[in-house]
């Protein structure tokens, strides 16, 4: 089992900035992919972006330029740093973990981002 909890979430106005951070407890193994989805109100879980162990990183086209993932292998930990958010960005940005070897997904309780313009 992996539990995983998220902080940073916030309101902030457009063009404004957030780090989300997200620390995984339990059963780790190297063989995972950390990351960050989100689900705006009405519409599908997307992804957001995300880091495999060895540090090759995945974004969204929406993203991309404006956000940047990294992670701490030694602590389990993956962070997002978000610049010039926008209006659409609004929505629950939830951590993901996915165990490779079995392609399980765990999924954080979900954070709150609000961009007011």
């Known amino acids: 089992q992996v539990q995983l909890v998220e902080s940073g979430g916030g309101l902030v106005q457009a063009g404004g900035s957030l780090t989300l951070s997200c620390a995984a407890s339990g059963i780790i193994f190297s063989a995972n992919v950390m990351g960050w989805y989100r689900q705006a109100p009405g519409k599908a879980r997307e992804l957001v972006a995300t880091?495999?162990?060895?540090?090759?990183?995945n974004y969204a086209n929406s993203v991309k330029g404006r956000f940047t993932i990294s992670r701490d292998n030694a602590k389990n930990r993956v962070s997002l740093r978000m610049n010039s958010l926008k209006p659409e960005d609004t929505a629950v940005y939830y951590c993901n973990y996915r165990r490779l070897i079995s392609n399980h997904d765990y999924w954080g309780q979900g954070t709150q981002v609000t961009v007011s313009s």
């Open positions: 880091m495999a162990y060895g540090g090759s990183a």
